[in-house]
């Protein structure tokens, strides 16, 4: 799964990243990878704000029109993985849990099942949680160049990039 953390700060902006996500799309196509927005609505005074629904619109039907585009057998390609603004009391605004990391974190958790996190819209089904094996995380600003994403699956797979994990931890430690 190649994932791009992002803020939706504004319908324009949802459109660049969803013109992002194709384009990395038809630079790597492959059976097995999927694609896919976590986002965060920008940090606010309040809850909710009124752009919010339209923004939300906006990445909504652009990943539905990409997977009408490009989807195969039913099997969706893209996803839409958004999250509902926290409160957040040291910085006295309502904004996405941990920004970045937090969004990733609950990425990686949802993958493995769990329900407790604050994703509102979730395009995927959560079958396809027990069939990702890699997360590849790009910045918005960053290319994936042609067939990248399959060489770098390749490389964690090798035999000497395999993780040992210390068992007094449970952390990988080498690998």
Do not use: C
């Amino acid at each position: 799964m190649v994932v791009i953390p992002t803020i939706f700060s504004s319908e324009a902006t949802v459109r660049e990243l969803l013109e992002r996500l194709e384009v990395h799309f038809l630079a790597n196509q492959d059976a097995h990878l999927h694609f896919a927005l976590l986002g965060d609505f920008a940090d606010s005074s309040t809850e909710e704000t009124p752009d919010d629904e339209p923004i939300l619109e906006v990445a909504v039907n652009g990943i539905a029109e990409l997977n009408t585009r490009y989807s195969k057998d039913g099997s969706l390609v893209f996803h839409l993985f958004l999250r509902r603004r926290i409160w957040n009391p040291s910085e006295g605004r309502w904004m996405g849990w941990e920004r970045k990391r937090g969004k990733l974190h609950e990425f990686n958790r949802a993958l493995r099942g769990a329900r407790d996190r604050s994703f509102i819209i979730q395009t995927a089904a959560p079958a396809l949680g027990s069939e990702v094996r890699f997360v590849i995380t790009l910045d918005s600003d960053t290319q994936l160049p042609r067939d990248i994403a399959r060489k770098l699956v390749g490389a964690a797979i090798h035999p000497l990039n395999q993780p040992g994990i210390d068992p007094a931890t449970n952390r990988v430690t080498y690998g």
